[in-house]
């Protein structure tokens, strides 16, 4: 089990909230495992509402789902790169793609906090919006350094890095840490034997 310490709600009180939000939704998969928590676009759509992306359940197509999870993917990639790795382009790329056919403005509030919004009212343009919103707030506060995706290349979860110096590299140390270090450890023991 990854990231064990954000499950608490002591723990994830102390996340941001747009930070948060992305974290929530790129490990919506959880590659390690083989897992996919939207599976269709019912499941989507109420995974949004949940998530306070969408007012309310919207009813979803394949499209929309193949849109979402192709921005979530992107994200992931955005975080590998915060975690000091590069990015697949290939994905990136389907994520921009994806982006491109979703038109967002900018809007203002009267506290003068920007806003992305959907230029057209399709409720996976607002979730995606919404999720852009959150992105941006959290560069805006300083912490979209400290969400990254875990070092492991099996894992890949994506984690608040709350370390004072920003230094994390595994979304649990017990785990994915832990079998990083056995693993160079082993390559180590064996490469001196076999010489």
Same mark, same amino acid.
Request: charge should be positive.
């Given at each position: 089990?990854?990231?064990? +310490? !954000? ?15 992305? +974290? /929530?939704?790129? &490990?919506?998969?959880? *590659?390690?495992?083989? @897992?996919?928590?939207?599976? %269709? ?8 509402? !949940?998530?306070?992306?969408?007012? %309310? !359940?919207?009813? #979803?197509?394949?499209? /929309? #789902?193949?849109? $979402? ?11 590998? $790169? &915060?975690?000091?790795? /590069?990015?697949?382009?290939? $994905?990136?790329?389907?994520? &921009?793609?994806?982006?491109?056919? @979703? ?7 009267? %506290? ?13 343009? @607002?979730?995606?919006? @919404?999720?852009?919103?959150?992105? /941006? ?5 300083? $912490?979209?350094?400290? *969400? ?18 920003? !230094? ?9 840490? &832990?079998?990083? +270090?056995? +693993? ?12």
């Amino acid at each position: 089990m990854r990231d064990v +310490k !954000s499950a608490d709600a002591e723990v994830r009180s102390a996340i941001p909230p747009a930070a948060l939000v992305v +974290k /929530d939704i790129i &490990n919506s998969a959880d *590659l390690a495992a083989g @897992t996919e928590e939207l599976t %269709t676009p019912a499941v989507l759509g109420g995974w949004l509402r !949940s998530h306070g992306l969408v007012d %309310t !359940s919207p009813r #979803l197509h394949e499209a /929309d #789902l193949a849109l $979402v999870v192709a921005v979530r993917e992107g994200l992931r990639q955005l975080l590998l $790169v &915060n975690a000091g790795h /590069d990015p697949d382009t290939g $994905v990136l790329d389907r994520c &921009n793609a994806a982006l491109r056919s @979703t038109p967002l403005v900018v809007r203002f509030d009267a %506290t003068g906090r920007r806003a992305l919004e959907a230029a057209e009212p399709r409720p996976v343009a @607002t979730a995606i919006a @919404t999720l852009l919103t959150a992105v /941006d707030q959290a560069r805006a506060d300083g $912490v979209w350094e400290r *969400l990254k995706v875990c070092a492991r290349d099996e894992c890949r979860w994506a984690y608040y890095d709350a370390s004072r110096n920003r !230094s994390g590299r595994w979304c649990s140390m017990t785990d994915c840490g &832990n079998r990083v +270090k056995m +693993k160079r450890a082993y390559a180590a023991r064996v490469g001196r034997t076999g010489e």
